[in-house]
């Protein structure tokens, strides 16, 4: 059963920083890019970030770039996403996905497995 559970989401004054991290068990997690979304009220689910198997290849939507950090630690099955400079406008349901590799994730193509989400609230 592949499971991706995320964490780190919480409440964070504008200008602050959060850590989200996502962790993967069911599957073979060496062989699986993994990306981070998002959705807002009443928006639809937008591409953050993604990370090849090796890191060799990380993608950056052009909201997160020079904020926003992706790493992978294929030793513990875990990627995070180091969020720095929030703004209210990052306040969303982050999820995080794996997928066949990153630059699907990043062009829409659907992963094969999405966490739960966690909250991710900045207030101004």
């Known amino acids: 059963q592949v499971q991706l559970v995320e964490s780190g989401g919480g409440l964070v004054h504008a200008g602050g920083s959060l850590r989200l991290s996502c962790a993967i068990s069911?599957?073979?997690?060496?062989?699986?890019?993994v990306g981070w979304f998002r959705q807002a009220p009443g928006k639809e689910r937008e591409f953050v970030s993604s990370?090849?198997?090796?890191?060799?290849?990380?993608f950056y939507a052009d909201s997160a770039k020079g904020r926003f950090t992706i790493s992978r630690d294929n030793a513990k099955n875990t990627v995070s996403l180091q969020m720095n400079s929030l703004k209210p406008e990052d306040t969303a349901i982050y999820y995080c996905?794996?997928?066949?590799?990153?630059?699907?994730?990043?062009?829409?193509?659907?992963?094969?497995?999405w966490g739960q989400g966690t909250q991710v609230t900045v207030s101004s």
């Open positions: 996905a794996a997928g066949e590799s990153a630059s699907l994730l990043q062009n829409g193509v659907p992963p094969v497995a």
């Open positions: 069911g599957l073979t997690f060496n062989n699986y890019a």
């Open positions: 990370i090849s198997w090796i890191a060799l290849h990380i």
